[in-house]
T-cell receptor, first 113, second 110 residues
Framework: EPEVTQTPSHQVTQMGQEVILRCVPI?????FYWYRQILGQKVEFLVS????????KSEIFDDQFSVERPDGSNFTLKIRSTKLEDSAMYFC???????????FGPGTRLTVL | KNEVEQSPQNLTAQEGEFITINCSYS?????LHWLQQHPGGGIVSLFM?????KKHGRLIATINIQEKHSSLHITASHPRDSAVYIC????????????WGAGTKLIIKP
């Protein structure tokens, strides 16, 4: 069964460093998302991506964040200069656009020291 | 005010009990999702519904659009049902992105 994959599963970085979180969505899906969940809090929407551009983003998704779909299979989230408060689980999801069901990756746990 | 409210926040029950988790929302929606998050963090979609009722095995989800309310029921609960159950909604005119509730932590004791 097709699934969304994410790498790495856990990333530890120093404050101020750049990180890139990688996702491989399901191959025929058209909509892609990043969500984050700070420990003990609810999941929050970051950004949605469709037709090779951002379709919507939340207030959290400021200039420090960017997304790319560089090669037609990967979908990346870059944080330019990490802050302590960026420590969270980051989930990628994809959606075919036909049935509204979102398929989630296993998440990347980002720890900023 | 949160756009999606769930109750209860925590629920502990004995194996075999009938479980109900409630979700209320304040925005117009195109669909409502119930998801399950396991202790390891992984998220699995259980249901997506925009009207009526859906059943999958021991899980039943209902929605009342007029009252902006949905319920998730688990019949004959089992310890393996222990997880966080999350209600999330798709706003109108959204690209399917989800507005999330805080989740209900369910523990089923043997």
């Amino acid at each position: 069964e097709p699934e969304v994959t994410q790498t790495p599963s856990h990333q530890v970085t120093q404050m101020g460093q750049e990180v890139i979180l990688r996702c491989v969505p399901i191959s025929n899906h058209l909509y892609f998302y990043w969500y984050r969940q700070i420990l003990g809090q609810k999941v929050e929407f970051l950004v949605s991506f469709y037709n090779n551009e951002i379709s919507e983003k939340s207030e959290i998704f400021d200039d420090q964040f960017s997304v790319e779909r560089p090669d037609g299979s990967n979908f990346t989230l870059k944080i330019r200069s990490t802050k302590l408060e960026d420590s969270a689980m980051y989930f990628c999801a994809s959606n075919s656009g036909y049935y509204n069901e979102q398929f989630f990756g296993p998440g990347t746990r980002l720890t900023v020291l | 005010k949160n756009e999606v409210e769930q109750s209860p926040q925590n629920l502990t029950a004995q194996e075999g009990e009938f479980i109900t988790i409630n979700c209320s929302y304040s925005v117009g929606i195109s669909a409502l999702h119930w998801l399950q998050q396991h202790p390891g963090g992984g998220i699995v979609s259980l249901f997506m519904l925009s009207s009526g009722k859906k059943k999958h095995g021991r899980l039943i989800a209902t929605i009342n659009i007029q009252e902006k309310h949905s319920s998730l029921h688990i019949t004959a609960s089992h310890p393996r049902d222990s997880a966080v159950y999350i209600c999330a909604v798709e706003g109108m005119d959204s690209n399917y992105q989800l507005i999330w509730g805080a989740g209900t932590k369910l523990i089923i004791k043997p």
